[in-house]
Nanobody, 126 residues
């Protein structure tokens, strides 16, 4: 059974960078589309980025604006989210999620994903 564990959340100054990791156990992530979602207290989860199982195509949420990159490390069965030029508005709990999919694209809709991690917290403050 696939299990996901997020890591890499931290306190960072505005303009700084973080790399989040989503490590999988139990099953290879190669056949899963993987997404990162951000949640701020009192608001719904918002999609940040996803990487498709097929062809590793990617999609990004509107708030990312070219600052984030998502990639797979197949040897480590891990998906990374590189976040650059962070602002206080990027803060929140970041969750990774996985879905089996044969689609050529991935979507940032929560309902598409059936396996979720417990989240890692990102704080952006000076």
């Amino acid at each position: 059974q696939l299990q996901l564990v997020e890591s890499g959340g931290d306190l960072v100054q505005p303009g700084g960078s973080l790399r989040l990791s989503c490590s999988a156990s139990g099953v290879s992530l190669d056949t899963y589309s993987v997404a990162w979602f951000r949640q701020v207290p009192g608001k719904e989860r918002e999609g940040a980025a996803c990487i498709c199982a097929v062809a590793s195509s990617t999609s990004f949420g509107r708030f990312v604006k070219g600052r984030f990159f998502i990639s797979r490390d197949k040897a480590k069965n891990t998906v990374h989210l590189q976040m650059n030029n962070l602002t206080p508005e990027d803060a929140g709990t970041y969750y990774c999620a996985a879905a089996t999919s044969s689609s050529l694209i991935c979507r940032l809709f929560e309902a598409d994903y059936s396996v979720w991690g417990h989240g890692t917290q990102v704080r952006v403050s000076s």
